[in-house]
């Protein structure tokens, strides 16, 4: 299906936890990676850039790149589609990359199941639902309808965390910080292995 040189590092979790703000501390001491940017049906919130934060499509053209096998994953979440695109995470991981993932726990089995050798996986949360509940309301993005669907996903999502490799609760930042970079590099090295195999060929043959 795809050549694998690189690795997957996929970070899920409850909506308003902080995987977005992690992510921006945690880039500049991770080495070489690719972000996986992801297609969705929802509204773009002021200040998201087409093609930056996500490929923005209507319902139409999304179930359009289902139908045509475009989507390494994809899923319905809070009532909108996400999907992630193949073609660019086929490239990335075939050049070696370590490739970064933003996506809920249904993506999550999805891309394990399918890539299991090459993915490491780490659930983030808040302490707790008043804690998410906060940083939902002070991020100021999502009316109050969607910042309430999202509490109520969030009780269903959190049950998922034990699928995962790695748990960081998301409380404070810094400390929060240096645990993800310890995971991405951990992350990384599945990527060497397949160099490693490469170098210990004879003892196979
Ligand atoms: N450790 C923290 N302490 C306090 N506030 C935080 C912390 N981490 C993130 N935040 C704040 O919480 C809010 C939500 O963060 P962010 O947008 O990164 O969440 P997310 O998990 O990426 O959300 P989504 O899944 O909806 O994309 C932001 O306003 C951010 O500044
Ligand atoms: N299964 C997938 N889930 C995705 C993807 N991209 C993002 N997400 C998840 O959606 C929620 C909501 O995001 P928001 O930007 O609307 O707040 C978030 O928790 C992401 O993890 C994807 O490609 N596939």
Same mark, same amino acid.
């Given at each position: !299906? !795809? ?13 308003? #936890?902080?995987?977005? @703000? ?6 500049? &001491? ?8 992801? @297609? @969705? ?8 850039? %087409?093609? +930056? ?33 193949? &073609?660019?995470?086929?490239? *990335? ?19 394990? =199941? /399918? ?10 949360? @808040? ?18 309808? +969607?910042?309430? =669907?999202?509490?109520?996903? *969030?009780?269903?999502?959190? /049950? ?9 609760? %998301?409380?404070?930042? &810094?400390? *929060?910080?240096?645990?993800?970079? #310890?995971? *991405? ?15 210990? =060929?004879?003892?196979?043959?």
């Amino acid at each position: !299906m !795809m050549e694998k040189k690189g690795a997957i590092l996929i970070l899920s979790g409850p909506s308003g #936890c902080g995987k977005s @703000t992690l992510l921006k501390t945690v880039y500049d &001491k991770i080495g070489d990676y690719h972000f996986s940017i992801s @297609t @969705t049906t929802r509204e773009p919130r002021v200040g998201e850039k %087409n093609g +930056v934060d996500y490929y923005f499509a209507s319902r139409k053209e999304f179930e359009e790149d289902i139908e045509n096998g475009e989507f390494l994953e994809w899923a319905e979440v809070h009532g909108n589609y996400y999907g992630t695109s193949l &073609k660019p995470i086929k490239a *990335a991981v075939s050049q070696g990359k370590l490739v970064i993932f933003d996506i809920d726990v249904q993506g999550h089995n999805i891309v394990r =199941k /399918k890539l299991d050798d090459i993915v490491t996986s780490v659930f983030i949360t @808040t302490p707790s639902l008043k804690d998410l509940e906060k940083r939902l309301k002070n991020r100021d993005t999502d009316s109050k309808e +969607v910042i309430e =669907k999202r509490l109520i996903n *969030a009780k269903t999502e959190i /049950k998922s965390f034990r699928n995962y490799d790695y748990f960081i609760i %998301n409380d404070d930042l &810094k400390k *929060a910080s240096k645990e993800l970079v #310890c995971i *991405a590099r951990i992350a990384r090295i599945k990527a060497k292995l397949f160099d490693k195999e490469e170098s210990i =060929k004879n003892w196979i043959e």
